[in-house]
């Protein structure tokens, strides 16, 4: 759950402020109510692959932050590295920050430094307008706090009052519409929903919110810690609403991937535009029962499945609302716990973001065995990125149809031999992930 920048809106208090304001809109589901959800393809396969292996341009294009003025680079060699909602007042803020791998802050503190981030080689996408910003953000969660509908806005936000008018009547539309209209001219416009476009709302309504009002967008499904989203009306929308889901199918990283195809896949295909993935680096919902501290693993293996699903962009959660280190600022505040790993992901993203850049070999690789995966094609090599699906792992074997004879695991220090064109690996459970670059073969004729 985000926190919000308005009044003292922050974590469990802000999640029931928002179950009450869709309750109130009529978005809150009842149990078995609900339209099944899209199932989104995985890069799941078995048996023989005869269709054609082509090449799948990045969501928005290579170029795409180019479009904008004063963007983010649109150099292959950068891969957006956010974090949620931080305050910048200092040189010593941005260098912890940067240290840790980070290059870019969606939404901030009102009291930030936003030139101080622009002269620092950072990049910031407030909600407030500035000269020195790289976009603007619309709004956070306007799904589940107005909803989908066109009503009027009164310009309340949650906790100032009714936010539409007449009362009860969504409006979340028409909050994107009027927030657009205040925006830079020509500005990266980011919007981060929740909810209620990824589980509440019928695919027609949460579309609207795609239509037009934005150049990137997210969405905040925090699998591993939310207290509520195993319930049969939120994460049961994997398996039709139907049922709760167990905890080895609901706290899995595979389900982070599984909420950048939503988002996706509510867009027409030959117009999407990114969409950056929501990862917790700690604590957010308090010590309520039914949730806990993300750990090591778990945040890789959910960077990894999001990008696996074609997420072009990480944005962390830096928020503690419970366990042990009760901060704003997680990545400055609790480095002891989690930030060693979050620094390893982000330095690998870092380094393979001209991979991750480049266009998917689609059709190129098959795979039996618990796992989701993508292949990618640069400077003229395969690369076939998987992480597990399923909560025990297992082993899982890969045809690649230009692979070669070697694929080298990526910062594991070993090789696989690729046998008539396929290779055999072991994920160990759910937190498993390996990146493997081909070796010694073709380019599928690109």
């Not at 995966?373 to 990125?385: E, R, S, W």
Request: aromatic share 10%; charged share 15%.
């Amino acid at each position: 759950m985000s926190a919000k920048t308005v009044g003292l809106w922050t974590g469990a208090a802000l999640a029931v402020a928002l179950i009450g304001v869709a309750a109130a809109n009529g978005l809150a589901p009842t149990a078995g109510q609900r339209e099944p959800v899209s199932q989104p393809a995985t890069g799941a396969a078995t048996g023989p692959n005869t269709t054609a292996v082509t090449l799948r341009t990045v969501d928005g294009g290579a170029d795409y932050y180019a479009r904008f003025r004063n963007s983010l680079p649109a150099e292959p060699t950068f891969f957006p590295i956010g974090v949620w909602l931080e305050s910048v007042l200092d040189k010593g803020n941005v260098a912890m920050d940067a240290a840790a791998g980070l290059n870019t802050y969606v939404e901030l503190t009102a009291n930030s430094d936003v030139q101080l981030i622009h002269d620092s080689g950072m990049y910031a996408l407030p909600a407030f307008v500035h000269e020195a910003a790289a976009g603007f953000t619309l709004s956070d969660e306007v799904d589940m706090w107005a909803g989908p509908g066109n009503a009027t806005w009164t310009g309340n936000y949650p906790g100032e009052g009714p936010p539409c008018s007449p009362e009860g009547t969504p409006c979340g539309y028409t909050i994107q519409k009027d927030r657009r209209a205040v925006a830079p001219q020509g500005a990266l416009l980011y919007s981060n929903y929740g909810k209620g476009v990824t589980f509440w709302e019928s695919d027609e309504e949460a579309r609207e919110f795609f239509a037009g009002l934005q150049d990137v967008v997210s969405a905040d499904n925090y699998w591993f810690t939310d207290p509520n989203i195993c319930g049969q009306g939120e994460g049961g929308a994997i398996v039709g609403y139907t049922r709760d889901l167990t905890k080895e199918e609901c706290r899995l990283a595979a389900n982070y991937g599984w909420t950048i195809d939503r988002l996706r896949n509510l867009q027409d295909p030959a117009t999407r535009i990114p969409v950056w993935a929501f990862v917790e680096n700690g604590h957010p919902s308090g010590d309520v029962p039914n949730t806990s501290t993300i750990t090591g693993p778990e945040l890789r293996a959910a960077v990894w499945s999001s990008l696996i699903h074609g997420a072009r962009g990480i944005i962390y959660f830096n928020h503690n609302f419970g366990g042990v280190c009760l901060t704003q600022h997680v990545i400055r505040d609790c480095g002891k716990d989690i930030v060693p790993t979050l620094t390893a992901v982000n330095r690998q993203i870092t380094g393979l973001a001209p991979v991750l850049n480049a266009p998917f070999l689609d059709n190129a690789t098959t795979a039996t065995g618990p796992v989701d995966f993508t292949t990618k094609l640069h400077d003229g090599k395969a690369y076939v990125f998987a992480g597990a699906n399923k909560k025990a792992g297992g082993e899982a074997s890969f045809k690649v149809r230009c692979g070669g004879s070697t694929a080298v695991v990526l910062d594991e220090n070993r090789t696989i031999p690729v046998v008539d064109g396929t290779f055999t690996d072991t994920f160990a459970d759910g937190n498993a992930v390996h990146l493997y670059r081909m070796e010694g073969g073709g380019s599928c004729g690109f």
